[in-house]
């Protein structure tokens, strides 16, 4: 058992034990390490003005992925090489995208810009050639006041990829890749006593190194908070709403990892993160690749799991009507046994699961639309990308001689405490010829089954009308009328 | 060759993209700082029954708690009408208003000790619209009115009289960078303030007055802002002020840094503003009258209010002559925080009327809309004054017009989005092309000055200080660009100092677009000073009596670091040498400049003058596309076309252009701010609050600039450029009503600020049923009754 966590900044180890590794990244790095180039502005994701580069071992080398520092707490971090604007600066001077941002007026105020630079020379890592769609698509996560974006995307168009010094090259991988092997064979307990109000309560922090151990540590500590990519717990932690005593991060073992296509099933281990999916899925899952591609920054997809996404269990959370509508299955691991759970069965309630004391999410099942299904996923917000849902909804429909309906399946999100599979809309389009005038009926049925409310996104009266018009809407893009 | 007109880099993006450059919470942490957190009001409106603060004492940590009798100057401040607490007394006017300073000696402590402070509140109903303050003659300072003609007369005689009421939301300035300052207390009463504030000499006052102590006690600086768009202009002074009372009392530095969430919460916005119209107009929707009664809503104190509302009765006209008008403005006392300057300064929500009337025109005669502002636009000869009686001069409006349109292609573009309207069941175009003219100077008179300290060292570098503050908007290299070529130098030779009222004192706002106008002719006032006496030197160095060649400071040359007498031009010095050699020959090597704006000015009660020094001018067509099921707006192309007359820096003011107009888009399409029905705000962080992200760019985005001919005054012929163009976004606003009225058959369709998805299709819906008669309801801030926190 190890009492500190192994992180590389920079290309300098570090070695981080007790209350220092339960903060953000961000924090670490200003008010520790004094590296004040990474800015927090949000502390939630949302702006990416903290971003850096995490290396992963991979495939013999470390891959570096933009990432959100102010939700990447230290004790997530073991075994990782964070390179942050500090360290962009190659043996050649300023990286290309530095250069670009001077010479296209990229920077006003210039507090977005050091996580601009990073999100940018994330881009390049791969040494493609970039569209504007991908520059446009690379840099959703961040968010920047004065320029109006042109200036930020001429710059990285500007900039010819095979310049590029990659962090690869810039930081020698062997060493750091030699470590992490040494390290990542054991388990990680940091604990250190908080004292509040007098009293003192010891915090924890467990990376275990099989999905065993995991399930194991979760009995032992039952009100201990699971974390995956931690994407959503850290703001949670960040706004102070909770603060766990026992943190277990999941590993990364080859269980977890898993991401096949087996026959019709596409089988997702619980640490996939949804960068990896959406690439997996682009030709075999157009529809939910689409929806990826708007659900989340780059930085947020690089950490986030669907797992986790399910766990959360959030009316709004973007994958479930998908998962609805196909029954996808979950795999929960216990200390004895294994068992699948149905997706229409899992959740009991608002963020109430059918997830046991000791058991944890491993894998997520889905059945592959068949040729003759058409699948629509619909995603409404306040702006497109990178928001949290004011409406989902998952269409599933299969027909016969193309006009009548022999199966529909309708889950809508953002409408209930929990996503809602409409069962009367369902019963009623059923064996019913797929025109306007049923789906226009079929609106209003919707309308009935769902209960939403007003808040922040939009009006109980705004969901209440996008229940109907989805339909409609589903009803042109399918029979193709523009 | 000089460098005015070059597109040069910012003063600052090496540091910018290294992370080099320092903000203030990136200044080391001094060996005994403090940290300073505060306590607001649990409640928008109520009274304090007690406050206990002895939990909160008691943690590990904590330095000290202070309240407003901790105060040892005044309590109340305020830029026009000093109605403002520091900390609350007893009465609590907005929800999370300040009434305990925490300083403590590490974030743990002061989070803990915010935490059991006991407080208990007598609360009353907040007052949260414009309606409800109507009701309850809840007003901050006077009415003001601006009239013209007979507007009677023009409404018995119009041919058509069209009438309505419009509202637009407030807006969140988004600056990056929270409000943040640390404090470091010198010997006896001397205090070094350190904040982000566009307005460093209301800093220092505020601190001075509040500790009761001279002005000249205290030094305010400014480095540089990460971003403030006019919510530094008057917001710094209660953060900046919590640290020096910390300070003062602990004789300690100390720092605040606003969380983003409790910035957005507690600070001010652009106010949300509900106007009630009527417009006269004939056959061929040319103006004749019109009555417009603007009501703000302010918040709970004066703050910049007044000025604000001033602004929008001025800017009401846009671009249009309107021969008979009768304007008001009301600001209304409400349970928000003070809502205060943001770029544009109630400019966009005058604007925003006539152009939403322009728009109803044309739809109410069936015509298009551009043929109707081409009509009403001001004239060169004629029609060409405004009705607060100022000559719109050197104008190139019609140009404007003329050159966007052929540019854009709007003709041929417009009857493509008719035929796209027949064609599509799921989508809808929409297009629009509006114009904007604002005017340049501070509408307060004494505000239009600024001045400038130019030191030239031994070395021939030099140093340059104004009151202006750089806050990304490329005011320093400006300046930089404007001192080199005075003396003749690169660029690399000077350097724009930190501002500080240490060497500037009595400085104005960086605001009102003027920052380089007033700064930037202060620091060329500087220059001419010294170059004057540099200037006789060398004539005198480069003079002799045997070639016949007297001492002529008019022949002397400073070009390319290289000064040399035009008789004599293979003699030279370089301009290094120059200024060692004047050095010993005793010339004075520093000079103060001074400016101030010639020939405006304002009588507020008679609503006349000419409070402009000139105006810029701009037009921007938009191109939308709105899906019928769910509100989704597109935006597919943009053109903006602008006078600004001869930039100084084009790489900078292209960048103003482009990031003013996509934080207008913002206001106008996605930007909502949303409240609890108790006051508080619910869209606090970028969560919840959604400014365009890099996918909300035009597909096609087209911005250039035009020369005007007639302009000819102003520092190097420039034009102010920094709120102009983000009042362009309204072509994008127009746009979404122009594709709403495919759908509303006879009716004209009524949209509010912002077009956001969800009042999209509400008003599609509205067009769908024609039992609901367009403009059946009056808009105001939404206020959600049920809190959710589904997350």
Request: proline residues 4%; glycine residues 8%.
């Given at each position: 058992m190890?009492?500190y966590?192994?992180?590389y900044?920079?290309g300098?180890r ?12 961000s924090d ?28 992963r071992a ?11 520092t102010c ?12 390179v ?8 050649n ?6 250069q670009?941002m ?10 977005c ?13 791969k040494r ?10 690379g ?51 940091i604990?250190?006593?908080?004292s ?8 924890r ?7 065993q ?51 019709e099933?596409?089988?997702i281990?619980?640490?996939v993160?949804w960068?990896?999916?959406e ?5 075999k ?8 591609k ?34 996808a299955e ?6 004895q ?7 229409n ?6 963020k ?12 997520i ?7 003759e ?10 702006r ?18 193309d006009?009548?309906?022999k199966d ?11 996503v ?6 369902e019963?009623?389009?059923?064996n ?7 789906m ?17 996104r939009?009006?109980r009266d705004y969901?209440l ?18 | ?5 070059k597109a040069?880099?910012h ?34 409106h ?5 406050l ?9 940590g ?10 040892p ?7 026009i ?6 900390l609350?007394?007893?009465l ?11 300083a ?25 619209t ?15 009115e601006i009239?013209?003609g ?10 058509h009289?069209l009438e ?44 001075a ?16 802002m ?11 002074a209660i ?10 009392h ?5 720092r ?13 916005k652009?106010h949300?503003y ?15 009258g019109?009555?417009?009664?603007f009501?703000?809503n ?17 800017h ?7 021969p008979?008008?009768e304007?008001s ?14 770029r ?8 925003a009327?006539?152009e ?6 044309a739809i ?23 009705p607060?009686g ?7 409006l019609?140009?404007?017009?003329e050159?966007?349109a ?9 009857a ?6 027949q064609r ?18 501070f ?9 400038a ?11 340059v ?6 806050m990304?908007q ?8 404007i ?6 130098i690169d660029?690399e030779?000077?350097k724009?100092?930190?501002?500080s009222?240490?060497?500037n004192?009595?400085t104005?706002?960086t605001?009102?677009s ?9 620091a060329?006032?500087?220059?001419q ?15 002799s ?7 002529s400071?008019?022949?002397?040359h ?8 035009e008789?004599?031009?293979e ?10 050699l ?7 090597l ?9 020939g ?7 609503g ?24 989704d ?18 790489g ?21 701010l949303?409240?609890?029905e ?13 400014i ?10 087209n911005v250039?600039?035009?020369?005007n001919?007639h ?7 420039s ?6 163009p ?10 979404v ?13 009524k949209?509010n ?24 309801e009056?808009?105001?801030i ?6 959710n926190?589904k997350?």
């Amino acid at each position: 058992m190890r009492d500190y966590v192994l992180l590389y900044i920079n290309g300098k180890r570090h070695q981080i034990s007790g209350e220092r590794v339960f903060q953000p990244l961000s924090d670490f790095l200003r008010y520790d390490q004094e590296m004040v180039g990474t800015k927090v502005v949000c502390a939630e994701g949302d702006c990416g003005a903290c971003s850096a580069l995490l290396g992963r071992a991979g495939d013999g080398t470390l891959n570096y992925q933009v990432f959100n520092t102010c939700i990447a707490y230290v004790f997530q971090l073991d075994c990782r090489h964070v390179v942050t604007v500090e360290g962009l600066k190659g043996h050649n001077g300023l990286h290309p995208v530095q250069q670009a941002m001077i010479e296209h007026f990229g920077s006003q105020c210039g507090y977005c810009t050091p996580g601009f630079v990073v999100a940018m020379a994330a881009l390049f890592e791969k040494r493609h050639d970039l569209t504007e769609q991908a520059v446009r698509d690379g840099l959703t996560g961040n968010l920047c006041r004065c320029t109006g974006y042109q200036a930020i995307i001429n710059a990285t168009l500007s900039i010819k990829p095979d310049t590029v010094e990659t962090m690869a090259e810039r930081f020698p991988a062997l060493p750091m890749l030699d470590a992490f092997d040494q390290h990542s064979q054991s388990s990680v307990l940091i604990e250190y006593p908080e004292s509040i109000q007098g009293k003192t309560i010891m915090k924890r922090s467990f990376i275990p190194s099989s999905v065993q151990e995991a399930v194991l540590l979760k009995k032992q500590h039952p009100d201990a908070v699971l974390i995956a990519g931690g994407t959503d717990i850290s703001v949670q932690m960040n706004k102070e709403k909770i603060d766990p005593q026992t943190v277990i991060i999941l590993p990364d073992t080859p269980e977890l990892r898993v991401l096949e296509l087996d026959q019709e099933n596409l089988k997702i281990g619980a640490k996939v993160r949804w960068s990896e999916l959406e690439i997996f899925c682009k030709d075999k899952l157009p529809e939910l690749h689409k929806i990826l591609k708007v659900f989340a920054s780059d930085q947020i997809k690089n950490c986030a799991t669907m797992a986790g996404n399910i766990a959360n269990a959030s009316p709004i959370a973007d994958s479930l009507p998908f998962l609805f509508v196909v029954n996808a299955e979950i795999e929960l691991t216990g200390i004895q046994n294994k068992r699948w759970v149905e997706i229409n069965r899992f959740f009991h309630g608002y963020k109430n699961t059918d997830i046991q004391a000791e058991e944890v999410i491993t894998q997520i099942r889905i059945p592959l639309p068949k040729p003759e299904q058409f699948l629509k996923l619909y995603k409404v917000s306040k702006r497109r990308d990178l928001d949290i849902s004011t409406f989902t909804a998952a269409i599933l429909v299969e027909m016969v001689d193309d006009q009548m309906i022999k199966d529909i399946r309708i889950a809508y999100g953002g409408v209930a405490p929990v996503v809602l599979r409409l069962a009367k809309t369902e019963a009623f389009l059923k064996n019913k010829t797929f025109d306007l005038e049923n789906m226009r009926t079929a609106g209003k049925l919707a309308r009935e089954e769902i209960a939403p409310i007003s808040d922040v996104r939009a009006s109980r009266d705004y969901r209440l009308r996008l229940s109907e018009t989805t339909l409609e809407k589903f009803f042109h893009e399918v029979s193709q009328t523009e | 060759m000089g460098t005015v007109g070059k597109a040069i880099p910012h003063d600052s993006a090496l540091g910018h993209v290294t992370g080099e450059a320092l903000y203030i919470d990136d200044i080391p942490f001094a060996k005994n700082e403090l940290i300073v957190e505060f306590f607001g009001s649990p409640v928008a409106h109520g009274k304090i029954k007690s406050l206990n603060l002895q939990k909160a004492r008691q943690v590990e940590g904590v330095a000290g708690l202070y309240t407003f009798q901790d105060i040892p100057g005044h309590n109340i401040f305020g830029s026009i009408l000093a109605d403002e607490f520091f900390l609350a007394e007893e009465l609590c006017e907005y929800f999370g208003q300040p009434i305990v300073i925490i300083a403590a000696e590490n974030r743990k402590a002061a989070k803990q000790a915010k935490k059991l402070i006991q407080i208990t509140m007598d609360e009353y109903p907040p007052v949260l619209t414009i309606e409800k303050a109507l009701e309850k003659k809840q007003f901050l300072g006077v009415k003001r009115e601006i009239k013209r003609g007979h507007l009677q007369k023009a409404l018995d005689e119009a041919d058509h009289i069209l009438e309505g009421s419009f509202f637009s939301n407030g807006q969140e300035q988004f600056y990056l960078e929270s409000q943040a300052a640390i404090a470091y207390p010198g010997e006896n009463n001397e205090m070094t303030i350190h904040s982000s504030s566009q307005n460093p000499s209301e800093i220092q006052q505020i601190v001075a007055e509040g500790l009761g102590i001279g002005l000249h006690e205290v030094v305010s600086v400014c480095k540089r802002m990460g971003g403030a768009f006019g919510g530094k202009e008057t917001q710094t002074a209660i953060p900046a002020f919590m640290a020096a009372l910390v300070a003062f009392h602990t004789k300690r530095p100390a720092r605040v840094v606003y969380t983003k969430d409790d910035d957005m919460k507690i600070t001010g916005k652009r106010h949300p503003y509900q106007t009630r119209y009527k417009v006269a107009f004939t056959r061929q929707g040319k103006i004749t009258g019109l009555k417009a009664d603007f009501y703000s809503n302010g918040g709970a104190a004066a703050d910049l209010s007044t000025a604000i509302m001033e602004r929008t009765l001025l800017h009401a006209d846009n671009a249009y002559f309107l021969p008979n008008v009768e304007l008001s403005g009301t600001v209304c006392k409400t349970n928000f925080p003070p809502n205060t300057a943001f770029r544009g300064f109630g400019g966009p929500q005058g604007m925003a009327v006539i152009e939403n009337i322009l728009e109803e025109i044309a739809i109410f005669l069936k015509k298009d809309a551009f043929d109707l502002r081409t009509l009403n636009c001001y004239g060169i000869e004629e029609n060409n004054i405004t009705p607060y009686g100022q000559i719109v001069s050197h104008s190139i409006l019609p140009t404007l017009f003329e050159n966007l349109a052929e540019s854009s292609q709007y003709k041929a573009r417009y009857a493509e989005v008719v035929s796209f309207n027949q064609r599509s069941k799921t989508h809808l175009r929409g297009m629009a092309m509006t114009p904007m003219k604002f005017g340049i100077s501070f509408t307060t008179k004494f505000l239009n000055q600024g001045n400038a300290l130019v030191n030239i060292y031994k070395d021939g570098t030099i140093q340059v200080s104004t009151g202006g503050t750089e806050m990304g908007q490329g005011l320093n290299i400006k300046i930089r660009q404007i001192v080199a070529d005075e003396f003749g130098i690169d660029l690399e030779n000077i350097k724009l100092m930190p501002t500080s009222t240490e060497k500037n004192n009595n400085t104005s706002p960086t605001a009102a677009s003027a920052g380089t106008d007033l700064n930037g002719m202060a620091a060329l006032d500087a220059c001419q000073k010294i170059r004057k006496g540099l200037v006789r030197f060398a004539s005198q160095h480069f003079a002799s009596r045997e070639e016949g060649i007297f001492p002529s400071p008019d022949c002397i040359h400073l070009e390319n670091g290289i000064v040399y007498d035009e008789r004599r031009p293979e003699f030279t010095l370089e301009f290094k040498e120059l200024v060692m050699l004047a050095y010993q020959a005793q010339v004075n090597l520093g000079a103060r400049g001074f400016y101030k704006t010639p020939g405006i000015d304002f009588n507020r009660e008679t609503g006349k003058g000419s409070p402009f020094f000139y105006f810029t001018t701009g037009c921007s067509v938009a191109e939308v596309t709105i899906d019928r099921f769910t509100g989704d707006l597109r935006i597919e192309r943009c053109d903006l076309l602008m006078d600004i007359g001869e930039s100084i820096n084009p790489g900078i003011d292209i960048g103003q252009l482009e990031g003013g107009f996509i934080q207008g888009v913002g206001w106008v399409t996605g930007e909502e701010l949303r409240y609890q029905e108790n006051g508080e705000l619910l869209s606090f962080s970028p969560t919840t609050y959604k400014i365009p992200n890099i996918q909300d760019l035009p597909r096609v985005f087209n911005v250039n600039t035009i020369k005007n001919p007639h302009h000819h005054i102003n520092v190097r012929r420039s034009k102010a450029v920094g709120e102009p163009p983000l009042m362009l976004c309204l072509s994008v606003w127009a746009a979404v009503k122009n594709a709403l009225s495919y759908v509303s058959g006879n009716q004209i369709p009524k949209l509010n600020i912002p077009a956001s998805n969800e009042e999209i299709l509400k008003r599609l819906t509205q067009a769908a049923d024609s039992s609901v008669p367009f403009g059946s309801e009056e808009n105001e801030i939404p206020l959600i009754s049920t809190l959710n926190t589904k997350i």
